[in-house]
């Protein structure tokens, strides 16, 4: 899936944040080529103890009745806020049949939060987090590194990595789908840098295939990506 890259891609635009749902970690070691499907199932046990962590609030490991009746709430509002967003998405969609909007910042139907982990040493890797992926080459990282992708759940195809600030000795390539947007007639995509409050610094050298409807960008530190539009014709 790897392809080059070209300069063409310059743009500024709003920020806005996301809500964020969690719903399950999946993580693998760099030295095992394929996770099998059992071996999936065990960060997934872990994601839930983990979860469960959270509303554990006397640290004895179990969830007593209050506990379980505040994890269930929590539940609920993560529910109807993912509701919300499914039901702006469809607004959205519509206005953009109508021509009512044309968007500077790709719109795209929301999706659950995911997170992926895999350790990348100096031989390089490549890690897929949910529809998008990251592709390190050899000589990028001088040491084993846990890489984590952090798909945020939202109207906007946004993915953050960490750890934060990790600089590469060589330029990495980040892929973005976006097959699950909307792309308002007479515009490209690019990816974008943004800082912890979702603030635009900056749009990384683009190139947007149109048919696999993916984008793609080198990156040289770790942030948060996201896709935006710009506009190409009027």
Not at 35 to 42: E, G, K, L, M, Y
Request: with cysteine; charged share 25%.
């Amino acid at each position: 899936m790897s392809k080059n890259l070209r300069t063409g891609f310059q743009i500024l635009v709003p920020a806005a944040a996301i809500a964020t749902l969690l719903v399950g970690v999946s993580a693998c070691n760099s030295d095992s080529p394929t996770a099998s499907s059992a071996s999936r199932s065990v960060p997934v046990v872990a994601a839930n103890r983990a979860e469960d962590a959270l509303y554990d609030l006397d640290g004895d490991g179990h969830l007593s009745k209050e506990e379980k009746a505040a994890k269930k709430a929590a539940k609920e509002a993560e529910k109807r806020a993912f509701d919300d967003l499914i039901k702006d998405w469809k607004a959205y969609k519509d206005a953009i049949k109508k021509g009512n909007i044309r968007a500077e910042l790709l719109r795209c139907e929301p999706e659950k939060r995911e997170i992926t982990a895999k350790l990348i040493g100096p031989k390089g890797g490549k890690i897929d987090i949910g529809r998008h992926e990251l592709i390190i080459p050899a000589g990028a990282l001088s040491e084993n590194v846990l890489i984590t992708g952090t798909v945020l759940s939202g109207t906007v195809a946004e993915v953050e990595f960490e750890p934060h600030g990790l600089q590469f000795q060589r330029p990495v390539q980040l892929n973005m789908n976006y097959s699950h947007c909307i792309v308002p007639q007479g515009y490209s995509q690019g990816i974008v840098y943004l800082d912890n409050g979702f603030k635009i610094l900056e749009s990384r050298p683009s190139f947007d295939d149109d048919e696999l409807r993916e984008v793609s960008a080198w990156l040289d530190h770790f942030s948060g990506y996201a896709i935006a539009t710009g506009r190409t014709a009027e």
